[in-house]
Nanobody, 117 residues
Framework: QVQLVESGGGLVQPGGSLRLSCAAS????????MGWYRQAPGNQRELVAS??????NYADSVKGRFTISRDNAKNMVYLQMNSLKPEDTAVYYC????????????WGQGTQVTVSS
């Protein structure tokens, strides 16, 4: 069973940057895609970025501002967030994505990102 721990969130002003980190308890990146999701109060949890052998994909709302990356040797996946907007405010989660495109690991606690002046 994979354990996922997110970190790096915080309070940032509009236009600022944050780098989120996701640590996995075992090496799962070699065979699996990884994704970053976010959920704001009253909203559904949405996939914002994913990375696989086929490359990276982004939701239209974050394209050009966010970059997902991974370090397989360290069992880490990252989300670099630039030019942050208030609408990016949410709890951010990472997860393992199976071949059918669905998250399969247990959700971690997530990390809160708040964009406000």
């Amino acid at each position: 069973q994979v354990q996922l721990v997110e970190s790096g969130g915080g309070l940032v002003q509009p236009g600022g940057s944050l780098r989120l980190s996701c640590a996995a308890s075992i090496n799962i990146f070699w065979l699996n895609a990884m994704g970053w999701y976010r959920q704001a109060p009253g909203n559904q949890r949405e996939l914002v970025a994913s990375i696989s052998d086929g490359g990276s994909n982004y939701a239209d709302s974050v394209k050009g501002r966010f970059t997902i990356s991974r370090d397989n040797a360290k069992n880490m996946v990252y989300l670099q967030m630039n030019s942050l907007k208030p609408e990016d405010t949410a709890v951010y989660y990472c997860n393992v994505i199976n071949t059918k495109g669905s998250p399969v690991a247990s959700w971690g606690q997530g990390t809160q990102v708040t964009v406000s002046s």
